[in-house]
Structures are given as structure tokens and as C-alpha cells.
């Protein structure tokens, strides 16, 4: 029960802040571009409900509208990263005779942390959204690929895959009819937490300069624009950081609760040595 809770209340969150994001030019009482000096570091009122930054521009709006740029990467390197991680797991796993060759390709980028391999991308591609979602995908998709291979291995030694192959199918049929529906569960775990994890790492190239163009609000470059300010005005700072933490720890519990709800027996584990 506590797991349904968890994911309902984590999916409410996404949801809220997809919603807010995607409709926000209809019901936006600023626009996020608009400057109004004489209302320049004024905290929360009943007019600007977040305060605003050192142009006057409403901390809001702009929150709003940076969800966009965020939940748009977070979601487009996901899904890169799984279907290519995806692919690569599958062969892999399935076919050993390429396993050793393809895992040591896997562990050449594994050798990096994933900011800084991102971050390195970045900055020999250029700061444009197409080359942080290229650079992420890059970053995340090896442990997608780590993750499909694993289950891959042991989904290949059960008895229906034997009897599969022992009626002449081929090995395309048998990845798609029998091994991939068995290891749906993980891959799914699994692009979850890199969907918070791309959230963050797009925060924190655009924190560091490196992410998209100043002009785009995103939550990370409405950090660095407020750091400066953090004791006379908490509020510009407070704010987008909040955006970030409420979105990735949705995507962690939703994370979790799958993760609980695809494997019941370890929830169950896991409960009972929280008692002990």
C-alpha cells in the first residue's frame, strides 16, 4: 500500500510540474523575459509569488518556463539512453561472441564520472541543447547498457529460451518475443533514475556556464545568475533549486516504487530489516 502511495503521489508531482511547464503561456501573469528595473531583488509578494531577479524579471515565470528546457532534456536523453543501452545489453548478453568486445567499449566510457565525461563533450560541442542531450546520452546510456546485459544473461538460461531455440527460431525472434519482454522490469527501473539524473546534470552544466544559451531560462543557470545574491536576495536562489529537488526526488521515489512494484520479494526483504 505504502508503494502505491509513493508512486501515486511521485506521479502527481511530475505531472504538476509537466502541466504547469507545457501550458505555461496561457496563464503566466509575467513573461519571463520582461525586465522591470524598479522592481529589481523585490521578495515574494502577491504580485511576483517567488520575487524577483536582478532585472526585475519574475522568478516565477521564469521557473516555470525552465522546466521546459530541464523535463525536454531529461526526457529526450532517457529514452536515447535506454533504446541505445537497450540495444547494446541485448547483444551483448545474447551473443557472447561480441560481449567482451562491446563490455570493454562500455568500460571505456564507464571510466569516466558522468558530469565530467558530459561536461568535456560539452565544451569541445558547444553549449546547445542538442549537444547536452548528444553529451548526456553519451554519459548515461553505458549503464543502461551494463544494466540490460546483466539481465539479458540470466533471462538467456532459462528453459523456455532452450525450448525456443530448439524449434529453429531465430535469434531476432527470440530477443524480441522472449528476451526483452523478461527484462522490461530493470530497463524501465532504470530510465527513471537516469531521467532525474539527466535533470541534474543539465543543471549543473548550465550552473557551470557550459549548458544552453543565458537568454533560455533553465533552472541551473538561474542558479548561477543568483549566487552572487544568496544573502540579500535567498529567494532567487531558493526557488529553482526547490523546482530541481522536488522533480528528482519524484523521479527517485517513482523510481523506487517500480523498482518495489516489479520485485515485491526484495520490498518485502527490505522491510524486514528496517524492523530488525
Do not use: C
Request: no cysteine.
Amino acid at each position: 500500500m505504502f508503494t502505491k502511495k509513493t508512486n501515486l503521489l511521485a506521479l502527481a508531482m511530475l505531472l504538476i510540474v509537466a502541466l504547469a511547464a507545457i501550458t505555461a503561456s496561457s496563464w503566466l501573469p509575467f513573461s519571463p523575459a520582461a525586465i522591470s528595473p524598479e522592481q529589481r531583488l523585490t521578495g515574494p509578494s502577491a504580485a511576483h509569488w517567488f520575487g524577483t531577479d536582478d532585472f526585475g524579471r519574475d522568478i516565477f515565470s521564469r521557473t516555470i518556463v525552465a522546466a521546459r528546457v530541464s523535463l525536454s532534456v531529461g526526457v529526450i536523453v532517457a529514452v536515447l539512453s535506454t533504446v541505445i543501452g537497450t540495444v547494446i545489453g541485448l547483444i551483448s548478453g545474447y551473443f557472447r561472441k561480441v560481449d567482451f568486445v562491446l563490455m570493454r567499449i562500455i568500460d571505456g566510457f564507464l571510466a569516466f564520472p558522468a558530469l565530467i565525461l558530459a561536461l568535456a563533450l560539452v565544451a569541445a560541442l558547444g553549449g546547445s541543447i542538442t549537444n547536452i542531450i548528444i553529451a548526456l546520452t553519451l554519459a548515461f546510456f553505458p549503464v543502461m547498457a551494463r544494466v540490460v546485459r546483466s539481465a539479458t544473461l540470466q533471462v538467456k538460461n532459462q528453459s523456455y529460451i532452450e525450448a525456443a531455440q530448439t524449434t529453429g527460431s531465430s535469434h531476432a525472434v527470440i530477443i524480441a518475443k522472449y528476451v526483452l519482454p523478461n527484462i522490461l522490469s530493470p530497463v524501465i527501473v532504470q530510465s527513471t533514475f537516469i531521467f532525474a539524473k539527466a535533470i541534474l546534470a543539465e543543471a549543473a552544466l548550465s550552473f557551470l556556464g557550459v549548458g544552453v544559451n543565458p537568454s533560455t531560462p533553465t533552472w541551473g543557470n538561474m542558479l548561477q545568475e543568483a549566487q552572487i545574491y544568496v544573502t540579500i536576495a535567498p529567494w532567487y536562489s531558493i526557488f529553482p533549486g526547490l523546482a530541481i529537488v522536488i522533480t528528482v526526488l519524484a523521479l527517485n521515489l517513482l523510481g523506487d516504487g517500480l523498482r518495489d512494484s516489479f520485485n515485491p520479494h526484495q520490498a518485502k526483504r527490505k522491510r524486514k530489516t528496517k524492523l530488525a
